[in-house]
């Protein structure tokens, strides 16, 4: 295709000087973010693995597969969306005047620092059987450190940390809205409560309704009309 010489003197130029702005092409909006520092550095270490979007996808498939009530699921859905009410988020909306954590009182209150970071979480996750290296490293967003948790734990021990993350969300609201502080291990046993209690009703509720394999419901037949009698 040929340029028209005429058509490029014709485009107007700014009468204004602009200084270039530096751009991160790896995101849609030319914004550095971690999450996406933190994708780039896993797709250059493994080349071969699945990409961001089949990796996300995987996340949420396997999060609403989860055995566990619909609320706690929806709350892991809102921590994943940094959807949840944490000071930084009420800062940012510009509802409260700080970011600051209102128990720690030292760090900005990320979804990442409520749900792993300040004393009472990390005791909390000190009790759990995990070990997993994610919550060593909390440069990443919460969104990144679950997707890896995802990706590394079984079933069984996923429904536990999404029930563990509920129940310090859970006494992080006791304390700031009530001053009630919950006993570390008393968090621990309710997270896992839930769970038992939950999954034990799943199994033993469908045995009242089931039916026979070889059972047919029956149709349902109206009667039949009524023969006018005659006086």
């Keep these: 295709m040929k340029v028209d010489a005429a058509m ?22 030319g914004e550095y973010s971690v999450k996406s520092g933190y994708q780039l550095a ?5 080349p071969n693995a699945p990409s961001s979007l089949e990796s996300m996808s995987q996340y949420w498939s396997a999060l609403w597969s989860l055995e566990l009530p619909e609320k706690i699921k929806i709350f892991m859905w809102r921590a994943s969306n940094n959807l949840l009410p944490s000071t930084e988020n009420m800062w940012k909306r510009k509802v409260i005047q700080e970011p600051t954590c209102q ?24 009790q759990s059987p995990f070990t997993v290296p994610s919550f060593k490293d909390h440069s990443q967003d919460i969104f990144s450190i679950l997707q890896g948790m995802a990706n590394e734990l079984r079933k069984a021990d996923l429904e536990l940390m999404v029930a563990l993350c509920w129940a310090v969300w859970f006494s992080r609201n006791k304390f700031i809205f009530e001053g009630k502080k919950i006993a570390l291990n008393i968090s621990t046993a309710k997270a896992k409560s839930i769970l038992d209690a939950f999954q034990r009703v799943r199994k033993t509720y469908p045995s009242h309704i089931a ?11 109206p009667p039949p009309p009524r023969k006018c009698l005659q006086s």
């Design 211 to 221: 039916y026979s394999s070889g059972e047919k419901l029956q149709k349902w037949i």
């Design 8 to 29: 490029i003197l014709k485009i107007p130029l700014l009468k204004e000087h602009l200084d270039d702005d530096v751009l991160w092409h790896y995101d849609k909006r």
């Design 103 to 126: 128990i720690c009182r030292k760090s900005i209150e990320s979804i990442s620092h409520a749900l792993l970071e300040y004393k009472a979480a990390k005791s909390i996750w000190l």
């Design 42 to 46: 896993l797709r250059m270490k493994f």
